[in-house]
């Protein structure tokens, strides 16, 4: 059977996913059922300085030696899996695993302070504290992510005139003020595209320096007004409310499990070895949860290309610019039903490009002149 490259590297992609969550998944087990969670915890009481300092670097020793064994053996995992050509190139793979560590570095560390946190405050509560807790970084990251990914990635105002204008003209007539619209540095990772951070009067366009040398400026529009209509809709805080409801879930169900591997009365929360457990079932349950999310990703992103249509009247351009972004990251067009559950937070590319071939047919049939 002939395969594209995209379905080829979109399944090494899904594998080496499907690895790190086996690898993880057994490494936390390991820690949080055997007598392992308790002599890895112990090793990570750092004896120095003030107590707050002691449990920091504790917590850091706890998450750097959790990771650097998870990576290790995912790296074993993948380049088995490349000397099998059943996953990534070994580039791709290396790539994938120093990403991997950028991003789950202080993610992981910040979620176990918040987690450790709130058990030393809250006790038993200590799981409706976290995610609360979380609810609001999240909150207050909304706010304040448009500053931090300016000055981080070196964003620019761009110096186009006439698309600044269009831009700004579609933002007004929806309502959504936006604080400036700024271009990205070529290296850039923040996003390959357009998008719309933040909230309030602070939210800010940026786009990629790739898109502002190949795209025209009918394709940026469409794009950025499919961004525009996640705020429209409030769709970022209807994600941030469901994702919040699931931690919570993972974390009452760790507190409840948590006694039950004590059946002296019940293990003491606060310490390092519960974490463990705790990331085993919010990780367990957020995996389960998958469907759910990504269903009402799916949704929103339909209704933002209706949206992103109806406010530029542009079919041809959006139909452009989502072969350049399929193209880019090589979508498959048209993905399994099991892998749009557990994958995929768009559309495929076939759906959307229909879209905009139903709307070009509506409107043409509207028009009287046709």
């Given at each position: 059977m002939n395969e594209s490259k995209a379905t080829r590297y979109q399944r090494g992609r899904r594998?080496?996913?499907?690895?790190?969550?086996?690898?993880?998944?057994?490494?936390?087990?390991?820690?949080?059922?055997?007598?392992?969670?308790?002599?890895?915890?112990?090793?990570?009481?750092?004896?120095?300085?003030?107590?707050?300092?002691?449990?920091?670097?504790?917590?850091?020793?706890?998450?750097?030696?959790?990771?650097?064994?998870?990576?290790?053996?995912?790296?074993?995992?993948?380049?088995?899996?490349?000397?099998?050509?059943?996953?990534?190139?070994?580039?791709?793979?290396?790539?994938?695993?120093?990403?991997?560590?950028?991003?789950?570095?202080?993610?992981?560390?910040?979620?176990?302070?918040?987690?450790?946190?709130?058990?030393?405050v809250a006790g038993a509560w200590w799981w409706l504290a976290a995610a609360g807790a979380i609810g609001a970084a999240l909150v207050a990251g909304l706010h304040l992510a448009p500053g931090v990914v300016a000055r981080a990635s070196g964003a620019t105002p761009i110096e186009r005139p006439a698309l600044v204008e269009r831009l700004g003209a579609l933002a007004r007539r929806i309502h959504v003020p936006i604080a400036s619209i700024d271009a990205l540095p070529a290296d850039s990772t923040v996003t390959t595209s357009a998008i719309v951070a933040g909230a309030g009067e602070h939210r800010r366009v940026f786009i990629a320096d790739a898109v502002l040398r190949d795209w025209n400026d009918e394709e940026i529009s469409v794009v950025v007004a499919h961004e525009l209509s996640h705020h429209?809709?409030?769709?970022?805080?209807?994600?941030?409310?469901?994702?919040?409801?699931?931690?919570?879930?993972?974390?009452?169900?760790?507190?409840?499990?948590?006694?039950?591997?004590?059946?002296?009365?019940?293990?003491?929360?606060?310490?390092?070895?519960?974490?463990?457990?705790?990331?085993?079932?919010?990780?367990?349950?957020?995996?389960?949860?998958?469907?759910?999310?990504?269903?009402?990703?799916?949704?929103?992103?339909?209704?933002?290309?209706?949206?992103?249509?109806?406010?530029?009247?542009?079919?041809?351009?959006?139909?452009?610019?989502?072969?350049?972004?399929?193209?880019?990251?090589?979508?498959e067009e048209r993905p399994s039903t099991l892998t749009r559950l557990f994958y995929h937070r768009h559309p495929s590319a076939a759906e959307r490009l229909d879209v905009a071939a139903r709307f070009r047919s509506q409107a043409g049939s509207e028009d009287p002149a046709s």
């Open positions: 594998r080496a996913q499907a690895a790190g969550v086996v690898c993880g998944g057994v490494l936390l087990v390991l820690l949080a059922f055997t007598p392992l969670g308790r002599v890895v915890a112990g090793w990570s009481q750092i004896e120095t300085g003030p107590g707050v300092f002691r449990h920091t670097l504790g917590l850091v020793f706890y998450i750097c030696l959790f990771l650097a064994t998870w990576e290790a053996a995912l790296f074993v995992a993948l380049w088995a899996m490349s000397r099998a050509g059943r996953g990534l190139s070994a580039r791709e793979t290396y790539r994938s695993l120093m990403e991997g560590v950028f991003l789950a570095l202080p993610a992981a560390f910040v979620l176990a302070g918040i987690v450790l946190a709130a058990a030393w429209v809709h409030h769709d970022l805080w209807a994600t941030l409310v469901l994702d919040v409801m699931v931690l919570a879930a993972g974390f009452w169900l760790a507190g409840l499990t948590r006694p039950l591997l004590e059946p002296a009365g019940g293990a003491p929360v606060g310490g390092l070895d519960m974490l463990p457990l705790v990331a085993l079932l919010a990780s367990g349950i957020w995996l389960v949860a998958a469907p759910v999310r990504h269903a009402l990703s799916r949704w929103q992103e339909r209704r933002a290309d209706r949206f992103a249509l109806q406010l530029t009247g542009s079919a041809d351009a959006f139909q452009a610019a989502i072969r350049r972004l399929a193209a880019q990251h090589l979508a």
